[in-house]
């Protein structure tokens, strides 16, 4: 993941609306991307998870695009409900060298999620 | 409520002092995680356990850092002589390491705030 800053980037949308939040990665090694909800007081939720052998993955409202060419992911979010606000990090993983991993996440700079009824 | 559950959920303290918190993971889940995040950032990787074994740490993890996964069951992460820049939530996660990713399933954090 990328390092972050103090300041999270925002997103505010209203209620039904479509909303894409964008994560850059830094590492080319990355074998596996996790996007992650947080709500305030809560641990990290997983939500969708995509594999480096993928540029494509749908779940239920929600589609993860991967752009190893850029070092880009991002998460779209369909018909955005006010129970999506939240922070919502991307995370990496890397094989280690024998093409295993234990499961050391790297996470990248969340993004602030305001859906407005 | 993943079914990881972490104690205590807050905890203030004096500078210096030692602090121990507890992580109890999904009771079948052999790898059990510990991660700092601090306002406004993306957690960071502390530590891993594969049952009692810890096999990776952080360099964030100072000597004042100290895990342990006595039974392969719960873990507890105890800093000793805290700092002010401890201050941040402790966040525990667990999962069935079987294959290459197996989804981690996290707690909901210790906060610890150092005056």
New interface residues.
């Given amino acids: 993941?990328e390092s972050?800053?103090?300041?999270?980037p925002t997103l505010s949308v209203q209620e039904g609306d479509n909303s894409i939040i964008n994560c850059a990665y830094s590492n080319s090694a990355s074998?596996?991307f996790i996007w992650y909800k947080q709500e305030s007081?809560?641990?990290?939720?997983?939500i969708i998870?995509i594999r480096s052998n993928m540029d494509k993955r749908q779940g239920q409202r929600v589609t993860v695009l991967l752009n190893k060419t850029v070092k880009h992911l991002s998460l779209q979010i369909a018909a955005t409900q006010p129970g999506d606000s939240a922070v919502y990090?991307c995370?990496d993983?890397e094989?280690n060298a024998g093409?295993?991993?234990?499961?050391?996440?790297?996470?990248?700079?969340?993004t602030i999620l305001t859906v407005h009824p | 409520d993943?079914g990881?559950s972490q104690n205590p959920r807050h905890k203030i303290t004096k500078r210096g002092q030692n602090v121990t918190f507890r992580c109890d993971p999904i009771s079948e889940h052999n790898?059990l995680?510990w991660?700092r995040q601090t306002?406004?950032?993306?957690?960071?990787?502390l530590t891993?356990f594969?049952n009692e074994a810890q096999?990776?740490k952080s360099r964030l993890l100072s000597d004042r850092f100290s895990a342990e996964r006595p039974k392969g069951s719960f873990s507890t992460l105890e800093i000793q002589r805290t700092e002010q820049g401890d201050s941040a939530m402790y966040?525990c996660?667990s999962?069935l390491?079987q294959t290459?990713?197996?989804?981690?399933?996290?707690?909901?954090?210790t906060r610890l705030t150092v005056l």
């Fill in positions: 993941g972050v800053g103090l300041h999270l074998d596996y007081g809560k641990g990290p939720q997983f998870d990090f995370a993983l094989a093409g295993t991993s234990y499961g050391k996440l790297t996470f990248g700079q969340g | 993943t990881v790898r995680y991660y306002l406004g950032q993306g957690p960071e990787f891993y594969q096999l990776e966040l996660a999962s390491g290459f990713y197996n989804e981690q399933f996290f707690g909901p954090g």
